[in-house]
């Protein structure tokens, strides 16, 4: 019994001393705008992630090794708290049971990095789909953004982040300054 109990604490702490898979940063920061569009109009915000896999990068080191990288956040929450900033910025107000809904889909969220000790290669993109609905009809919108970077060395984790984020960055200014998408919220919510 005692060889027993000794072998399971020796598995148990082999396991909590196991490295930990490395994950990024995923901080997009929302466009906030200095003048309401609207007062207090009620709206209510849900968001789903519909990608194939969950991971945020894909690390090609050219030795038939492809390793994936997580983020720390969840990306669904953190595309939808920046988006809820953003459209309250605009003087809209989130509520649970406003007629108006607004649906954001998280598609396709991936940095590709190929690197070797000399050189990287770097190519992200965000897909989203926000659908607006109210009782009158709905609108869908995609917002795509790419970035490409290329640097010397191989790419740290810090540079992979900054791709992220930047693509991010780049998705979340194009929803801000969509004037389609303000006009319907204004006119219809």
């Known amino acids: 019994m005692r060889k027993l109990v000794l072998a399971a604490s020796m598995a148990l702490l082999t396991a909590c001393s196991a490295p ?4 990024l940063n995923f ?14 109009t009620t ?11 969950q991971y945020v990068a894909l690390v ?8 994936p990288i997580h983020s720390k956040q969840n990306v669904r929450i953190a595309l939808e708290n920046a988006l809820l900033e953003q459209f ?3 003087g809209f107000r989130s509520s649970v049971n406003s007629e108006n809904s607004i649906v954001v889909e998280v598609q396709e969220l ?19 789909e926000i659908t607006a609905e109210t009782p009158q009809g709905k609108l869908v919108k995609t917002y ?37 998408l303000q006009g319907y919220m204004q006119e219809r919510f």
């Not at 709206?43 to 896999?53: E, W």
């Open 110 to 128: 991936l940095v590709s990095i190929k690197h070797s000790v000399m050189e990287n290669e770097m190519d992200a993109k965000l897909v989203l």
């Open 60 to 67: 090609d080191s050219g030795r038939s090794n492809i390793e």
């Open 88 to 90: 309250q910025s605009q």
């Open 20 to 23: 930990q898979q490395e994950q």
């Open 144 to 180: 795509t953004g790419s970035a490409e970077r290329n640097g010397a060395l191989s790419a740290s984790n810090s540079e992979i982040e900054l791709v992220l984020n930047d693509v991010a960055n780049l998705v979340l200014r194009e929803v801000a300054n969509d004037r389609e």
């Open 27 to 40: 901080t997009p920061r929302a466009v906030l705008s200095n003048s309401n569009i609207v007062n207090n």
């Open 43 to 53: 709206f209510s915000l849900t968001s789903k992630d519909v990608r194939s896999a």
